[in-house]
Structure formats: C-alpha cells, structure tokens
C-alpha cells in the first residue's frame, strides 16, 4: 500500500474514532437516564406509571426496530438542520446518536433490573428519597453492566459508523467503499476490516477488563468487615 493511501487510512481512522467517540458520549449521556427512567416507572418500582413506562417502551422499542441504514436515509432532513449538512463525519454523528439512544437504554434497564430489590426496600425503609435510590443503590450496584452495555453499544457504533460510510458518512467505511470497491484496490479493503476488527478487540478487551474490575470492587465492598 502506497504511502498516500496510508495517510488516507489513517484519516478514515481518525474520522471514525470523533465518529464513534462524540456519538457513544452523547447516547451514553441520553440512554442511561431513560434506562433508569424505564426502570423507576416499572410496575412495583420506585416511581411506577404505567402510561410513562408503555410510551417510553414504545418509543425504545420502535428506535431499537428500525434499520440503521434506513434510519440515516430517514432522518437527512433532521440531519441537515442540526448540523447543516448530510455528507462528512459530523452528519454521521446524528443518525449513530439516534440510533444508540434507545440501545444504550435497554440495556441499561436490563443490568439496573439485575439489582437485588432488598436494597431498595432497605434505602426507602431509611427514608431515601428516588432520586438518592437510584444514584446511591442503583446506579453503584448496576455500574459493572453499566459498563458493559457502554462496551456492547461503543462496539455497536463501529460497525454503524463504517455502514454510514457508504453514504457518505466518512470514516473507514467510507474509504472502503471509494478506494476498495468502487476503485477495485482488494488491499485497501482488507486494511479496513483489519482496523475495525482490532479496533473493536481493543474496545471490548478494555471495556471488560474495566467491567471485571468493579465487578470485583463491589464484590469486596458488600463482604461484611470481620
């Protein structure tokens, strides 16, 4: 591979990096309060509302059917009016947010369900209020699958972020596509999926390393002092 296709290699790579990074901190900042919210309005839980909970669900339920690729044609329109354009990186970042949210959302529900209820009865019979519930009982017993579902929707993104590609999106994918596909270099496209692939090795080795760390952390804090 020629020097210039390698600098265009390491471009796409850094494109995909703000891609995947800006996209992962907005969805994280978005779907983990609607997970909390998800759980909180649940039936017998801290704050229950049935009609809250099912149009909430809904609304997961629908972001979390549609396809990612017909989810960025959809909303080229919203596109266009948040960042003023539906081609390049920054456009990317719209739809992947999109798309995230409610992934990032359930699977914070599913590891906040898997906190023991007796803490819980024991924080209320205390007299904590929801929201000392969820950021001192919740939020710290759940933290390790927090984690977790962090890695699974950042792993997520990568394979998005190079689909968002062959539309223009920028990024590894992108590269891909013009130089691999369209202008039959086989190289360019084998260097792409290695760089994804180590790309989400690192991601996912870090990501549970992190994970089994508090896992451990919050395993010796619940041990009762001798």
């Known amino acids: 591979m020629s020097p210039a296709m390698l600098g265009l290699l390491l471009d796409a790579f850094l494109e995909t990096l703000v891609m995947v990074g800006i996209s992962s901190a907005l969805s994280a900042v978005l779907g983990l309060p609607l997970g909390v919210v998800l759980v909180a309005t649940s039936p017998g839980h801290i704050r229950e509302n049935a009609i809250v909970n099912r149009v909430l669900g809904a609304v997961v339920n629908a972001g979390r059917s549609t396809p990612f690729i017909i989810l960025l044609v959809a909303i080229i329109p919203f596109t266009r009016l948040v960042v003023g ?19 990032v959302a359930r699977l914070a529900e599913a590891a906040l369900r898997e906190v023991d209820p007796g803490l819980i009865e024991a924080a209320q019979s205390m007299g904590a209020t929801p929201l000392q519930i969820v950021l001192k009982v919740l939020v710290p017993e759940a933290l390790p699958g927090l984690v977790a579902a962090i890695t699974i929707t ?16 920028g990024g590894l994918g992108d590269l891909g596509i013009r130089y691999g596909y369209q202008r039959f270099l086989p190289e360019v496209m084998l260097a792409v999926v290695i760089v994804l692939i180590a790309l989400v090795q690192v991601v996912q080795s870090v990501g549970d390393r992190l994970a089994r760390r508090l896992n451990k952390r919050l395993l010796r804090s619940q041990q009762p002092s001798a």
């Open 85 to 103: 354009t539906s081609i390049g990186t920054a456009a990317a970042v719209v739809p992947l947010t999109i798309a995230a949210i409610p992934f």
């Open 154 to 169: 950042v792993v997520t993104l990568i394979g998005y972020s190079a689909m968002a590609g062959a539309v223009g999106g």
